[in-house]
Nanobody, 128 residues
Framework: QLQLVESGGGLVQPGGSLRLSCAAS????????IGWFRQAPGKEREGVSC????????NYADSVKGRFTISRDNAKNTVYLQMNSLKPEDTAVYYC?????????????????????WGKGTLVTVSA
């Protein structure tokens, strides 16, 4: 069964850090670009970050640039999202998704519609 599984979410205070993981099973991520998305209550889903299949290209939403870092370990079939300096407005369910391309960008407004596989999400809550 092809699936992506996110982990690492939780409750953290403002200014804190979390590292999310996105593990693939049933297929190899080597040929897939991976995107992280989030959806806050009452808001539309938004792209947070994308990493190319080789890991050489990365891009971020302006709202997280300089605070979040995306990375991947193809040997472990896993993609990570390191989140630092977290703010209450980062509170959301975070999803990872794959697309069988070399490259993806969160600047593409239609990116989420193009993704092949989605995880079920992990909740991140930033609160004092």
């Amino acid at each position: 069964q092809l699936q992506l599984v996110e982990s690492g979410g939780g409750l953290v205070q403002p200014g804190g850090s979390l590292r999310l993981s996105c593990a693939a099973s049933g297929f190899t991520l080597d040929y897939y670009a991976i995107g992280w998305f989030r959806q806050a209550p009452g808001k539309e889903r938004e792209g947070v970050s994308c990493i190319g299949s080789s890991g050489l290209t990365r891009n971020y939403a302006d709202s997280v640039k300089g605070r979040f870092t995306i990375s991947r370990d193809n040997a472990k079939n896993t993609v990570y999202l390191q989140m630092n300096s977290l703010k209450p407005e980062d509170t959301a369910v975070y999803y990872c998704a794959s697309i069988r391309r070399v490259y993806c960008t969160v600047k593409d407004d239609n990116l989420s519609d193009q993704m092949d596989y989605w995880g079920k999400g992990t909740l991140v809550t930033v609160s004092a």
